[in-house]
């Protein structure tokens, strides 16, 4: 079992930045390739940002490149999510995920059902 803790959301002005972290306990962090997401309400829940684990490749989502950045500390099991420029459709609750097995690939860090472990959210709110 892996348990995932966000934190660091909270209601900030357009234009600031935030940085979100997710801290995992449970099995060996650095085996898992992690997921940022996000879910604005009413809509489906996104992919934003992802890394792997070995050679730590990055995945971001087209409409995020250039403010969002991922990064993970495997000695301190956490990964982050740093965002710049924060714009009022970025307001959503934040999840991270972990991911075990499988191929890694843009396609499959997206997808929602490629994890198997999920943080209880974080919100962001940012005001116009």
């Known amino acids: 079992q892996v348990q995932l803790v966000e934190s660091g959301g909270g209601l900030v002005q357009a234009g600031d930045s935030l940085r979100l972290s997710c801290a995992a306990s449970?099995?060996?962090?650095?085996?898992?390739?992690m997921g940022w997401f996000r879910q604005a309400p009413g809509k489906e829940r996104e992919f934003v940002a992802g890394?792997?684990?070995?050679?730590?490749?990055?995945y971001y989502a087209d409409s995020v490149k250039g403010r969002f950045t991922i990064s993970r500390d495997n000695a301190k099991n956490t990964v982050y999510l740093q965002i710049i420029s924060l714009k009022p459709e970025d307001t959503a609750v934040y999840y991270c995920a972990a991911r075990f097995m499988g191929p890694i690939t843009y396609a499959t860090m997206s997808l929602v059902t490629s994890y198997d472990y999920w943080g209880q959210g974080t919100q962001v709110t940012v005001s116009s």
């Open positions: 449970g099995r060996t962090f650095s085996s898992y390739a």
């Open positions: 890394n792997t684990w070995g050679d730590g490749s990055t």
